[in-house]
């Protein structure tokens, strides 16, 4: 975002820990008007905790949240969550079944009759449900609830827009199109977005920075591009799509495999390293009598593999091969059709700039 865009939330150093087990450890992050942030990361690593926190529902131990530079929760302080000019939008949508679909969206809001009605109509026109006002929520399929969950939550005009897994319950066919709507009004309303997912795609097709979180810390931080091409670690790589390890051993800043050698500056000499590389990223060359391509500086040594199995997937194909060396297992996949048969002898190359060198304890 640009250095002139206001900070709308500041998170500094949260923490939270129940039972004796830290859930949230040491989390900061800001977020801008206009700016969507995911935090990204499996099942049970605090992200929801931390957007509670956020949201004034949970108390944090430790740290500060501020809003447009308020403070709301810190060391004597809990702003409560109707006073934070927070929205929430979770995943069940939590609209209230007695009443209408304007009454849900303008549930929340504090203004005149002529107001409140022209703020509902104007919210129902740009999530495109006019003429939806008088149904009930049992009338409503399960795309137009998630809408009018999110009417509801901008209603009010809030400077922050906590989301959690709020697309988690859509029918795939329906959820990317949503997606792309929900982004475009909120970015119209200018509210700062901290949208909590565990979906890597989700997290990039939607964020302008995404926030890794594993084991209650974020473990890094920056633009969709850069966390999904310079992973801090392994773990990291691994959680944006499969990934193939390959291990050797660094002498010299330099590690032999099969596939050549390969760069492994910062390595100390007679250290186990592991060399990571996606699926897409290896490429297939045929067996010519047992002979493969001639190496390139790009793509190094090919090493032979016999297939195990592959499979079409609708745009890629994936062939899994047993490699000649260790007998290791690697899988490459293909854009639209490519099937050899169980058995097929083929020669495997990496491109030296797609891939990731780390420790054997899985950091670079």
Known sequence: MPDSTPLRLEVSHLSRAFGGRRVVDDVTLTVAAGQVTCLLGPSGCG?????????GVERTDQGEVRIDGRLVEGPGVHVPPEARSVGLMFQDFALFPHLTVAENVGFGLRAERARKVQRIGELLEKVDLSGFGQKHPHELSGGEQQRVALARALAPRPRVMLMDEPFSGLDNRLRDGIRDRTLELLKEEGAAVLLVTHE?????RMADEIALMRQGRIVQ????????????D????????????????????????PFGAFLTPGHADGAEVEIVIRPQHLRIDFDRGGRGPNPT??????????????????????????????GAKLTASVPGVFLPKPGTVLWLMIRRDRCFVF??????
């Open 234 to 257: 392994k773990a990291a790589a691994a959680f944006f799509s499969d990934i193939n390890v390959i291990r050797g051993i660094s002498r010299g800043a330099l590690t032999e495999t």
């Open 47 to 55: 992200k929801s905790t931390t957007l509670r926190i956020i949201a």
């Open 359 to 364: 420790g054997s304890h899985g950091r670079s």
């Open 221 to 232: 931080k920056g633009a969709p591009y850069n966390v999904y091409n310079a992973p801090v």
């Open 200 to 204: 890597p795609d989700e997290a990039m």
């Open 297 to 326: 500086p790009e793509d190094g040594t090919p090493a032979r593999g016999t297939v195990l199995r592959s499979r079409y997937l609708g745009r890629e194909s994936l062939v899994d091969f047993s490699m000649d060396f260790e």
